[in-house]
T-cell receptor, first 111, second 116 residues
Framework: EDQVTQSPEALRLQEGESSSLNCSYT??????LFWYRQDPGKGPEFLFT???AGEEKEKERLKATLTKKESFLHITAPKPEDSATYLC????????????FGQGTTLQVKP | NAGVTQTPKFRVLKTGQSMTLLCAQD?????MYWYRQDPGMGLRLIHY???????AKGEVPDGYNVSRLKKQNFLLGLESAAPSQTSVYFC???????????????FGPGTRLTVL
């Protein structure tokens, strides 16, 4: 069964304190792994897509990496505006179009 | 472009009442999806559509029906609402499942539904 597990559930950081969020997955043929950001009361906002092990993508203070079993979202020198819930999702080659989401990591960055 | 829009934003129903949630996208996307989001459960797929006139079941389809009469619209119906359907509902759309970089789904702002 295709499955996505994110850890930790919640993370508190001081402004400038770098850290990483983990997304572990089991899927029957990975078509893509997606990272989204969700602010309270809003819909998920697309951040990155990763397609193959070893791939990396960056956007401002965020960097996403992918291995055959997990993905990391690295946050370098975070700011309070980075506070949000970060969602990871996988798309299996066998499930056309459908995403399987993890439960998310809620990040709080204190000034 | 407005992207993905959802109507209404909030709704309170009594058990047994019916309602329809409307999703509209102006990006000419082929695929559209309905999810529900509950605390501790993450986003779960209810139904999806791979093109105008098509629909398919997702992970949690029971108690819901959908229709895709026009490419830009995807309707989610609750025929007889139950308290277990209290949730936040999100619509999403994407270019399609094939290909690479066009696979990402774009989400609407959500509809918060309470069933009493």
């Amino acid at each position: 069964e295709d499955q996505v597990t994110q850890s930790p559930e919640a993370l508190r950081l001081q402004e400038g304190e770098s850290s990483s969020l983990n997304c572990s997955y089991t899927v029957s043929g990975l078509r893509g792994l997606f990272w989204y950001r969700q602010d309270p009361g809003k819909g998920p906002e697309f951040l990155f897509t990763l397609y193959s092990a070893g791939e990396e993508k960056e956007k401002e203070r965020l960097k996403a990496t992918l291995t055959k079993k997990e993905s990391f979202l690295h946050i370098t020198a975070p700011k309070p505006e980075d506070s949000a819930t970060y969602l990871c999702a996988v798309q299996a080659a066998s499930n056309t179009g459908k995403l399987i989401f993890g439960q998310g990591t809620t990040l709080q960055v204190k000034p | 472009n407005a992207g993905v829009t959802q109507t209404p934003k909030f709704r309170v129903l009594k058990t047994g009442q019916s309602m329809t949630l409307l999703c509209a996208q102006d990006m000419n996307h082929e695929y559209m999806y309905w999810y529900r989001q509950d605390p501790g459960m993450g986003l779960r797929l209810i139904h999806y559509s791979v093109g105008e006139g098509t629909t398919a079941k997702g992970e949690v389809p029971d108690g819901y029906n959908v229709s895709r009469l026009k490419k830009q619209n995807f309707l989610l119906g609750l025929e007889s609402a139950a308290p277990s359907q209290t949730s936040v509902y999100f619509c999403a759309s994407s270019y399609g499942a094939s290909g690479g970089w066009k696979n990402e789904q774009f989400f609407g702002p959500g509809t918060r539904l309470t069933v009493l």
